[in-house]
């Protein structure tokens, strides 16, 4: 018999709420997250928003936050929501193997020295012709070296294993929007196996920056409703005209059941379903045909041992994209069948933004609050239903039932999709 996995400490940062609490709060409450970017002067982009964290001090988790002072955001976010995810989970004050606990996070970059590369260039311009010599002298006199290692996208799973003497596997993985709900099945595998008792897992992000913008806006995958930025997004809306970029990091402690149980742990909830699947269609399109997602779900209710009627909520990866979310209503229609129709479905990114790598995380730890408090958080911002998409998409109010088994999808750039089923722990 393989080994269960359960969830004994979770964390979070995100542009709802530095911490799990205030997050779920606001969820609750249907707010909204997003406003006008402040990291640097977006007036000149056709997007001029994002869903930025806010108020955020890492010495308000650690002490001597200046080791990290080259750390990015995406480091920070992830130190935040570790040591809350630690705490939670009483391993602090717990005696256990080092060599059994490992860390794998979904994490991408948190900070891109724009303005000065961009310096670096036009400097390097010499009558219409770009002067190599120049540009590497200039860059290495003036890039700091400490800054541009901490770009590496490995780099917050190393910091995380040294700050909890994590001596087991380290792992980070780099799928798009699917990155931290891959690290999340795959730690979970890693725990089934016998390699691992304990793997903190999950994902940490920030693309608000210029680089990250104008890549998205190039792709015309951003919504650019400027006049109204807390209704840009709205999924499954029929007026939704792209996704709206987030920032911020999700961390859960999954643990071995014998272990947990044995040091008399806290239990949020149990990993039983993991599907992972690509699309093998094209580099920024999801097949119309919804085969990858399809695929993903099936193979997470089967990992699980479930059938459709058991799943009672879906934390959908609803990104308020024109065809992401037809293709994931489809995907979800497919897999299962006419239980589709009775099954709740909401997205948080109206609420949260997308979190990119980060965001299957933070949604991992909506449906184990969905589950502790009986309540579905809403889909914001819906008012116009596209026939299209035409499940029950809980808006713009939460909704209380009863949820013992939630769904969590996140399906990314590059056909990557992943699939979670967690379930309320029951001894």
């Not at 940062?13 to 406003?35: A, F, I």
């Not at 794998?104 to 590369?117: M, R």
């Not at 999700?250 to 990993?271: D, P, Q, S, T, W």
Request: glycine share 10%; aromatic share 8%.
């Amino acid at each position: 018999m393989r080994k269960r996995v359960v969830i004994t400490g979770i964390g979070c940062v995100t542009p709802l709420g530095n911490d799990v609490e205030s997050t779920w709060n606001s969820l609750k409450e249907g707010k909204s997250g997003v406003d006008f970017i402040t990291h640097f002067d977006a007036s000149g982009f056709p997007t001029k928003f994002a869903s930025e964290v806010k108020g955020f001090q890492l010495g308000d988790y650690i002490e001597n936050p200046e080791r990290f002072q080259y750390a990015g955001r995406n480091i920070r976010f992830a130190i935040g929501a570790a040591v809350q995810a630690m705490k939670a989970s009483g391993l602090n004050d717990e005696k256990f193997d080092p060599t059994r606990f490992g860390v794998y996070l979904g994490a991408g970059e948190g900070q891109q020295d724009f303005f000065l590369y961009m310096q670096l260039i036009a400097n390097a311009q010499k009558n219409g012709d770009f002067d190599m010599e120049q540009f590497t002298k200039e860059g290495l006199e003036r890039l700091n070296p400490q800054e541009e290692r901490e770009q590496e996208p490995n780099m917050a799973s190393g910091h995380l294993a040294a700050l909890f003497n994590a001596q087991g596997p380290n792992l980070n993985c780099l799928t798009a929007c699917a990155a931290s709900s891959q690290a999340l099945g795959e730690a979970t595998e890693i725990i089934r196996q016998g390699e691992a008792d304990i793997m903190m897992s999950g994902g940490a992000h920030s693309m608000i920056h210029p680089f990250g913008v104008t890549g998205f806006n190039l792709l015309t995958a951003l919504s650019t409703r400027n006049e109204d930025p807390q209704a840009a997004s709205r999924p499954f809306d029929k007026n939704r005209d792209g996704f709206v970029l987030g920032e911020g990091a999700g961390i859960l402690i999954l643990e071995e059941l014998e272990h947990a149980k044995n040091r008399g742990a806290h239990i949020h909830g149990e990993v039983t379903g993991f599907g992972s699947t690509a699309d093998a269609y094209r580099i920024t399109d999801i097949h119309p045909e919804g085969r990858g997602g399809t695929g993903a779900i099936k193979m997470a209710m089967n990992d699980a041992g479930i059938n459709p009627d058991e799943i009672d909520y879906i934390n959908a990866h609803g990104t308020s994209t024109a065809v992401n979310d037809k293709v994931e209503t489809l995907a979800i229609k497919q897999a299962l069948g006419e239980d589709a129709y009775k099954t709740p479905v909401s997205s948080t990114k109206s609420m949260m933004g997308h979190l990119i790598a980060a965001a299957g995380s933070a949604e991992a730890i909506v449906c184990l609050l969905t589950m502790q408090e009986n309540l579905l958080p809403p889909t914001i911002n819906y008012s116009n239903p596209d026939p299209n998409c035409d499940l029950d998409y809980i808006p713009n109010e939460a909704r209380e039932k009863k949820v013992d088994k939630a769904l969590s999808n996140s399906f990314g750039f590059g056909g990557q999709n992943i699939s979670l089923i967690f379930s309320r722990f029951n001894g």
